[in-house]
């Protein structure tokens, strides 16, 4: 059972809304909310002396997002500080304890879901007990996600409008997702797939690319690989592709000259690549119908 509030009551300005359980119980066998729903969710702001302990975890699995101030998790035996613009993902079950710093207490949007696809998110997002905090590179973008379903849960909390929180919810997981895969600008990954886009019409080595943005080229690769799921090679015959599949759909360039344009300045090796990737020949993608 949760430990109480390390304070006796809430915080000036505070947000909070909680599902009655048995509510929760009809929501899990409901048709889309059993996948997913937001069982509790709230704005805490400037939440000094705010904190919990469950020995036990929790049935839900629980999203922070501090937007202010700082504050610390312990979770997997791991101790996280937590930050402006980090969020925080404690899968349920996980026994965790959670507060705010003495000296400048976090401010936090915050929320709780569960159902059948949670922990398949959660595992998208690259979270485990032990490496539970995500970088944001928006956090404007995940609290406005936040305050939508406060806002949702707000007004009423019928079945139609835990689903509406629960694609809400959906989206906020999935950026997570994003946010933790994706590259920081200035990160050497973000720099190599900036050098890629820049250079769709031509070839690239690995070795020189790596040492171009610092990393050796097995490190380079396994960052690819984590982010991309493919090698660099594969990365840039996609982002040539993409090139090909626009100049195709908007242009009356032929195929050849399609072709040089992104790097490939054999028509028949161009057409070959392009096959492989889509399963069809550049002449017959165009004349598909589209949109």
Same mark, same amino acid.
């Given at each position: 059972m949760d430990s109480p509030l390390e304070r006796a009551t809430g915080f000036d300005n505070q947000r909070l809304c909680v599902l009655p359980r048995p509510l929760v119980a009809e929501a899990l066998g409901r048709p889309v909310t059993r996948r997913l729903v937001v069982t509790d969710a709230g704005y805490f702001p400037h939440a000094d002396a705010h904190g919990r302990h469950r020995p036990r975890g929790a049935e839900e699995t629980i999203v922070i997002v501090c937007v202010g101030g700082?504050?610390? %998790?312990?979770?997997?035996?791991?101790?996280?500080? %937590?930050?402006s613009s980090t969020a925080a993902v404690i899968p349920g079950g996980v026994p965790h304890a959670y507060g705010a710093s003495e000296s400048d207490p976090w401010t936090i949007w915050w929320c709780h879901?569960?159902?059948s696809d949670v922990a398949e998110l959660v595992e998208a997002s690259g979270v485990d007990p032990s490496r539970i905090t995500v970088s944001l590179r928006s956090v404007d973008r995940l609290t406005a996600m936040l305050d939508e379903i406060v806002s949702a849960l707000e007004r009423d909390q019928s079945p139609a409008r835990l689903v509406a929180t629960a694609g809400m919810a959906w989206r906020m997981l999935t950026q997570l997702a994003v946010d933790r895969r994706l590259p920081e600008e200035g990160e050497p990954l973000e720099r190599a797939m900036r050098y890629l886009e820049d250079r769709v019409d031509g070839s690239i080595r690995v070795p020189e690319l790596a040492a171009l943005v610092g990393v050796s080229s097995s490190h380079l690769s396994a960052l690819f690989r984590d982010a991309t799921g493919g090698g660099v090679l594969a990365h840039h015959t996609s982002l040539k592709m993409a090139?090909?599949?626009?100049l195709l759909d908007t242009t009356a360039l032929s195929v050849a000259e399609i072709g040089r344009e992104v790097g490939m300045a054999d028509p028949f090796y161009f057409s070959?690549?392009?096959?492989r990737m889509h399963g069809v020949s550049p002449s017959t993608y165009r004349s598909q119908r589209k949109g």
């Open positions: 700082s504050g610390w %998790i312990e979770a997997g035996g791991v101790r996280h500080r %937590i930050g879901v569960r159902g090139r090909a599949r626009r070959r690549q392009f096959r």
